[in-house]
T-cell receptor, first 115, second 115 residues
Framework: EAGVVQSPRYKIIEKKQPVAFWCNPI?????LYWYLQNLGQGPELLIR????????DSQLPKDRFSAERLKGVDSTLKIQPAELGDSAVYLC???FGQGFNNEQFFGPGTRLTVL | DQQVKQNSPSLSVQEGRISILNCDYT??????FLWYKKYPAEGPTFLIS?????DKNEDGRFTVFLNKSAKHLSLHIVPSQPGDSAVYFC??????????????FGQGTILTVHP
C-alpha cells in the first residue's frame, strides 16, 4: 500500500515568488493535515481537513498561505509571496478519522529554501 | 508558548544499553501522548502511545511511562540498537474541545546508538 505522497521533495525559490506543494494521502484516509517543521523544531499544524472541509486552519497565516482539498482527496498548499522565513520542511499527513488516537501517517515532506 | 518540551536536544548511548528520552508538558488538557520516530529525509512514523488513564505502556523494546502529576513522560528503549538512531518526537493531544485530534509536538531529541 502506498504511503502519503508529496511533491516536490525539494524546492528552491527566490523571495517574493509563489510556490505550491502537493500531497496525496493514503487511500481511504479522510483526514489530511499540513504541518510546518522549522529546523530543530517539531512539526506544527497549519491546517487540518476532514474530507474537503478545513476544520482547523487557525495556525495558517492567511495573508500569504492558502490550501485546498477540492475533492476531499489530494491537497495543495500554496505560499504567495514567499518570504525568507518560510524556509522549512512542509509535511503532509493523513489519518482515517480525526480522533485523538487515530494514527497520523506522514509523508516525506517538501524542503523549501527561499533565497 | 511551548506546551510540549523535550529539553535534551541529543542523547548518545552504547548499543545494548537503555535509552531514556524525556518529555514535559504544560497543558493539563492533554489526554493522549505519542512518540514518533524520524529518520533523515523521511516523515515521522508512529512508535508508541499512552492514554492519560494509564501510567505505562509497553511494546517490545519500547516502553512509555506517564507521570500526570509531574506532567512528564519518558520513552525507554531496551536494549538500544544502532537502527534506533533517529530523531524522537514527543507529541500530545486533547480528547475533546476544539483541539480534538490535534497533535502538539516537542522539539525532538536526536538519539545516537553507538555499536
Amino acid at each position: 500500500e502506498a504511503g502519503v505522497v508529496q511533491s516536490p521533495r525539494y524546492k528552491i525559490i527566490e523571495k517574493k515568488q509563489p510556490v505550491a506543494f502537493w500531497c496525496n494521502p493514503i487511500s481511504g484516509h479522510n483526514t489530511l493535515y499540513w504541518y510546518l517543521q522549522n529546523l530543530g523544531q517539531g512539526p506544527e499544524l497549519l491546517i487540518r481537513y476532514e474530507n474537503e472541509e478545513a476544520v482547523d486552519d487557525s495556525q495558517l497565516p492567511k495573508d500569504r498561505f492558502s490550501a485546498e482539498r477540492l475533492k476531499g482527496v489530494d491537497s495543495t498548499l500554496k505560499i504567495q509571496p514567499a518570504e525568507l522565513g518560510d524556509s522549512a520542511v512542509y509535511l503532509c499527513a493523513s489519518s482515517f478519522g480525526q480522533g485523538f488516537n487515530n494514527e497520523q501517517f506522514f509523508g516525506p515532506g517538501t524542503r523549501l529554501t527561499v533565497l | 508558548d511551548q506546551q510540549v518540551k523535550q529539553n535534551s536536544p541529543s542523547l548518545s548511548v552504547q548499543e545494548g544499553r537503555i535509552s531514556i528520552l524525556n518529555c514535559d508538558y504544560t497543558n493539563s488538557m492533554f489526554d493522549y501522548f505519542l512518540w514518533y520516530k524520524k529518520y533523515p529525509a523521511e516523515g515521522p512514523t508512529f512508535l508508541i502511545s499512552i492514554s492519560s488513564i494509564k501510567d505505562k505502556n509497553e511494546d517490545g523494546r519500547f516502553t512509555v511511562f506517564l507521570n500526570k502529576s509531574a506532567k512528564h513522560l519518558s520513552l525507554h528503549i531496551v536494549p538500544s540498537q544502532p537502527g534506533d538512531s533517529a530523531v524522537y518526537f514527543c507529541a500530545a493531544s486533547e480528547y475533546g474541545g476544539t483541539s480534538y485530534g490535534k497533535l502538539t509536538f516537542g522539539q525532538g531529541t536526536i538519539l545516537t546508538v553507538h555499536p
